[in-house]
């Protein structure tokens, strides 16, 4: 006898969602594991993998709220860099941290054009205002997370960075170290 699966059209959704999510943290923690090895093309691929990531997401979760959306994105960028900034081998300088923060800023540029268009083109019963806070709120995250992790690297003391991120990042390098 032949299963058949008869799914409707929002558990498809839910499981598209959620595939395009996991997709996109592989690549996310792929890239990571890369710059372990090699730091340079990993920081260099950084360029291109966020715009794929915002196409992913933004795509793949197509039915999901704008809001979510955005901040999902912003939250596997923040992951990416952070994977880059603690797992890319040796100690990082200044020209180093402005490399890192310039692939990342030229690869924010085209994943927020993507994210805004994505949001005013979705066909949802989604309210203006939500879509706008999702716009504005993208870069809001994005500006916090170049501030409160922009020095931030395994092999520095990041004396500029405020007390409670040091607390944040020491317990997430004990975790992902065990």
């Avoid at 710059?35 to 950084?46: C, R």
């Avoid at 794929?52 to 912003?74: D, K, Q, W």
């Amino acid at each position: 006898m032949e299963k058949k699966f008869n799914l409707s059209k929002s558990q498809i959704n839910i499981l598209l969602s959620i595939l395009s999510i996991t997709y996109s943290l592989m690549l996310v923690v792929g890239n990571a594991f890369i710059a372990h090895n090699h730091g340079g093309p990993a920081i260099l691929f950084t360029v291109v993998l966020l715009p794929v990531i915002s196409v992913i997401v933004v795509f793949g979760a197509y039915n999901m709220p704008s809001i979510l959306s955005s901040l999902l994105l912003a939250l596997l960028i923040t992951i990416n860099d952070l994977g880059i900034k603690f797992y890319t081998g040796g100690s990082h300088d200044a020209m180093g941290q402005m490399i890192i923060g310039s692939t990342m800023f030229i690869g924010l540029i085209p994943s927020y054009i993507i994210l805004i268009i994505v949001v005013f083109i979705k066909k949802t019963n989604e309210k203006l205002i939500y879509k706008f806070i999702a716009v504005i709120i993208f870069p809001l995250l994005m500006w916090w997370e170049i501030y409160a992790f922009g020095s931030v690297s395994l092999f520095e003391r990041f004396n500029n960075t405020p007390y409670y991120i040091k607390k944040i990042v020491l317990f997430l390098d004990h975790i992902l170290n065990l």
